[in-house]
């Protein structure tokens, strides 16, 4: 009976991503229907050739379209995930915890110390992944370019810095791992929902660092009893990612350098994890 209930848990750990991704088609196909409509609308000569290139070209082309579709869907599922997480995982019974009782100075700087140690780390997992299949990488980039992440725009540095984080948070660090946890323990709770992570981003380049930010998150949220936490890191190692100036990235071919600056990154990552947990032992009394 324990068997069947503990796998029980494991299969509703997926409702959530799914119903992410049932979203995600809805918006999209939506958006490209609407899209469509508006293009037959201004050139009636495409409506017999739905299926030329250049009607896909115009479909698909504009990449601040689909960056507006991407932050529609941000937002529907955070609402939807921020609704399901409210109902049956938000524990209602007990106060709201003082913003001194979440997090402290020595948390802020140890998340800060993993953020920049962690975007060192998945510089280097993309690098690795790009060694082993170099047509993962060029479909990562065409990807990237194609979704209107080659340019800074407000759309992208508001889906990138605010909207994803928020409704990723509640997907797999609010619900998957509050299930993933009661059939299983932590360390492989989070492995569990770092992997369905890293799956959720479609394709291997950004799996493979998303399923490393997934551990840190989760992590981060259980340690300190807070998803407003992991919501926070996940927000700053964005806002690095978006905006990291070139001159602190290194260019060269020398490997003693590229090393040095993995193991400085581990240690950094290191010495953020533990400030981070010395700062949850020092929090003020919850209430």
């Not at 409509?37 to 601040?64: C, T, V």
């Not at 009782?101 to 280097?124: D, E």
């Not at 010395?278 to 009394?285: A, C, D, E, S």
Request: hydrophobic share 55%; glycine share 8%; proline share 5%.
């Amino acid at each position: 009976m324990k068997v069947l209930k503990k796998i029980g848990c494991i299969l509703f750990c997926l409702l959530p991503i799914l119903l992410a991704f049932g979203l995600q088609l809805l918006i999209t196909f939506a958006g490209l229907a609407l899209r469509a409509f508006y293009l037959f609308h201004q050139d009636p000569s495409l409506i017999g050739s739905f299926s030329s290139p250049e009607f896909q070209r115009k479909l698909l082309g504009d990449s601040q379209f689909l960056m507006a579709l991407s932050v529609i869907y941000g937002i529907a599922s955070a609402l939807a995930l921020g609704f399901w997480y409210w109902k049956w995982c938000f524990p209602k019974k007990k106060p709201r915890r003082k913003p001194s009782a979440i997090i402290n100075p020595a948390m802020i700087l140890g998340l800060l110390f993993m953020v920049v140690g962690l975007q060192y780390i998945s510089t280097y997992l993309i690098m690795a992944v790009a060694a082993i299949n170099p047509s993962w990488y060029e479909y990562y980039e065409s990807l990237m370019e194609s979704a209107g992440f080659g340019n800074v725009t407000i759309a992208l540095a508001l889906y990138s810095v605010v909207v994803a984080p928020i409704s990723e948070e509640l997907i797999f660090r609010g619900i998957t791992l509050k299930y993933a946890a009661k059939a299983m323990p932590f360390f492989l709770a989070n492995i569990f929902q770092a992997f369905l992570f890293g799956v959720f981003h479609g394709n291997m380049v950004q799996g493979v660092y998303a399923f490393a930010v997934g551990l840190f998150c989760g992590y981060i949220c259980v340690k300190g009893e807070s998803i407003y936490l992991s919501i926070l890191f996940h927000m700053l190692f964005n806002l690095w990612g978006t905006f990291q100036p070139d001159f602190l990235s290194y260019a060269g071919n020398s490997l003693p350098v590229h090393l040095g600056i993995l193991a400085g990154a581990a240690i950094l990552s290191g010495i953020g994890a533990f400030l981070y947990q010395r700062g949850v032992r020092n929090r003020l009394p919850a209430y």
